[in-house]
């Protein structure tokens, strides 16, 4: 069972600095074992003068492995990532309830507790990822929406702060009939 993903308080211009810092660390990675990796491959494998393209090419597809690797289980557990991949966790759980919608909306209406408290929490966490991107024009209908489902919850005894995403509340949605 997955661990529930709760929104954190993050200053986005702190956000933002540190993403922009950890992708240019990612970027020199790739670019140094790109090099690295070409190079050593040309003079071990390569003909003087002749033509070493695919020992280049393979270098560089030998870097984009090995930078996704470090990336994925080194760089992401340092502290100069932690940003990034809170950012990448926010958005992908983002995803997981966006491909439930069509499921999600018709239930909330229907007073669902569990399909409120997704949406609740994709309107609170879509509402964050805005502010930390720096993009300030949440459309009037996500506002009116989420104001419309806040009341709902209001009237039927529910928490409206939900910052924080239970695994559970999507298996529910997904085994639940929709009436459309």
Not at 8 to 31: G, M, N
Not at 131 to 138: P, T, V, Y
Not at 163 to 179: E, F, G, H, S
Request: charge should be neutral; hydrophobic fraction near 45%; include cysteine.
């Amino acid at each position: 069972m997955m661990n529930p993903f709760c929104l954190q308080e993050i200053d986005p211009l702190h956000y933002r600095r540190q993403t922009r810092k950890s992708s240019w660390v990612i970027i020199a990675v790739f670019a140094a074992l790109g090099m690295l990796l070409s190079q050593l491959l040309v003079i071990l494998l390569g003909s003087e003068g002749g033509n070493n393209f695919r020992w280049n090419l393979l270098g560089v597809i030998l870097a984009v492995g090995c930078t996704y690797l470090l990336v994925r289980y080194y760089l992401s557990q340092q502290p100069l990532m932690k940003e990034a991949v809170y950012g990448w966790h926010l958005k992908r759980n983002l995803m997981r309830i966006t491909n439930v919608m069509h499921r999600l909306k018709p239930l909330a209406e229907a007073g669902d507790a569990e399909a409120l408290k997704l949406l609740r929490f994709y309107h609170l966490a879509v509402e964050q990822m805005h502010r930390l991107d720096g993009d300030e024009s949440n459309s009037l209908e996500i506002k009116a929406e989420k104001k419309h489902f806040e009341e709902r919850m209001q009237e039927l005894g529910l928490d409206s702060e939900q910052t924080c995403l239970d695994p559970a509340w999507l298996a529910a949605v997904k085994d639940k009939k929709v009436d459309e």
